[in-house]
C-alpha cells in the first residue's frame, strides 16, 4: 500500500527552518518532495542530521507551537517510511512477455462481432424489428382512499425509534502502544548482553503490527552501522542472526 504525500508547511514559523546539509539546503517540504519526484536519493539523506537541526531550531524559539511538531512529525514520519523501504530487499523485476496465443484471441473475437454485426443488418434489411411493452400509467389522482391523521406524539415515538435502530452499538477503541526507535534499540542492546547471539524474531513481542518491524529493523540497521552487532542471512527474507561485537561498551551504544 502507498503512502499518500504530505502537503508542503503551512504554518509561518516553520518557514524560518532551514536545513543545512551536505548534498540540500532549504526547507524540509522541499526535501520531501525532491525525495518523492526521484530527484534526490534518500540513502543520502541522514534522518539523524534533519532531528538534530530541528531540535536545535525548536529550542531557539521563545515558544513552540503544537502545529509545528506536529507538521514536522508527519515529514519525518514519511521520510523515515522512505528510507525504511529503500533498505529492505526487493524481487528483480521480471519483464512478463507477451501470450502467444493473445492475437488470435482478439481476431476471435473480433470475428464474433463482425459476425453478430452481418446478422442484425439482414434482419434490418428484411424487415424483422421488434418493439417494446409500452409502460402502464395509473391515474393515483382517481383514488378515494384517504390517509388516517397521526396525532404528533405518535410521529415523535415512531422518529425516536427509527433513530434508536439506525444508531452502531457503541464500541470501545483501545489504542496500542507504540514503541519508539529509542526504546526498540534499547531493547536489542539488553537482549543482546543477557542472551548474547539471538534472532531478529526473538526480539519482537508474539503479535508485532508493522510499525514495531519498521522499528526494530530501521533500530538493527543502526546498530550494525555503529559495528556494535554483526548480521548474516543465508538467504534472502531468511531468519536474520545477530550477534554482538565487543568493540564498544554496551552502555555507550545505548546512549547513542
Known sequence: MTAPPVSPTTDPEMHGYQLRL???????DVLLRLIERHQLEITDVSLVEVTDQFLGYVSELPETSPDVLAEFTAIAS??????????????????????TDDLAQQLIAYKVVKDAALLLRERQESGLSSYGRPP????????????????VRGLLKALQRCVTRSLPPATTFRPRPVIS????????????????????????????????????????????????????????FAEIEIEPLQTRPQEQIADD
Open 78 to 99: 514519511r521520510l523515515l517510511l522512505l528510507k525504511s523501504r529503500s533498505l529492505l530487499p526487493s524481487d528483480p523485476v521480471v519483464d512478463e512477455e507477451d501470450e
Open 181 to 236: 526507535l529509542a526504546e526498540m534499540t534499547s531493547r536489542i542492546v539488553d537482549h543482546l548482553r543477557l542472551r548474547g547471539k539471538t534472532r531478529f524474531s526473538s526480539l519482537l513481542s508474539r503479535t508485532p503490527d508493522r510499525h514495531e518491524q519498521v522499528a526494530g529493523f530501521v533500530a538493527l540497521l543502526t546498530l550494525w552501522k555503529q559495528r556494535a552487532v554483526e548480521l548474516l542471512q543465508e538467504e534472502r
Open 136 to 151: 402502464v400509467i395509473q391515474d393515483w389522482g382517481a383514488s378515494t382512499e384517504k390517509i388516517r391523521p397521526m396525532p
Open 22 to 28: 551536505p548534498n540540500f539546503e532549504g526547507p524540509l
